[in-house]
């Protein structure tokens, strides 16, 4: 995965998950707990960048997090409300994500290599 496509993934995914996270609640019945959506939003949101640029997974996860917290924040200015166990959720999920970044990027590397 090209570096520049990474990079867009990554900005189109924080773009969904602050459209989602700071709307006024809208009931919609989705499967799963909350807490699991916060999961994969946040382990899709780590996962390009940890594949292309695996050295900068301690600033993707740093900036993922604060990303979570600054959502937390604000939360309670849009009529939804703040959850701690949402940032460590998103924490989780940033960690997941980050972590199978790592392992792909590696793969990645051997398969470039072997061209």
Do not use: N
């Not at 050295?55 to 703040?82: C, D, H, K, S, T």
């Not at 997941?96 to 590397?109: E, K, P, Q, T, V």
Request: glycine letters at 8%.
């Amino acid at each position: 995965m090209p570096y520049r496509l990474s990079l867009a993934a990554t900005l189109l995914i924080a773009l969904a998950i602050g459209w989602f996270t700071l709307r006024p609640i809208v009931v919609i019945e989705v499967g799963g707990s909350d807490k699991l959506h916060h999961l994969v939003a946040f382990g899709l949101l780590t996962l390009p960048l940890s594949v292309t640029r695996p050295r900068w997974i301690p600033w993707v996860l740093l900036a993922a997090v604060a990303y979570g917290a600054a959502i937390e924040i604000i939360q309670p200015y849009v009529g939804r409300f703040r959850e701690w166990a949402d940032l460590l959720a998103d924490a989780a999920g940033a960690l997941i994500g980050a972590a199978a970044g790592l392992a792909l990027s590696r793969d990645w590397s051997a398969m470039r290599r072997r061209r």
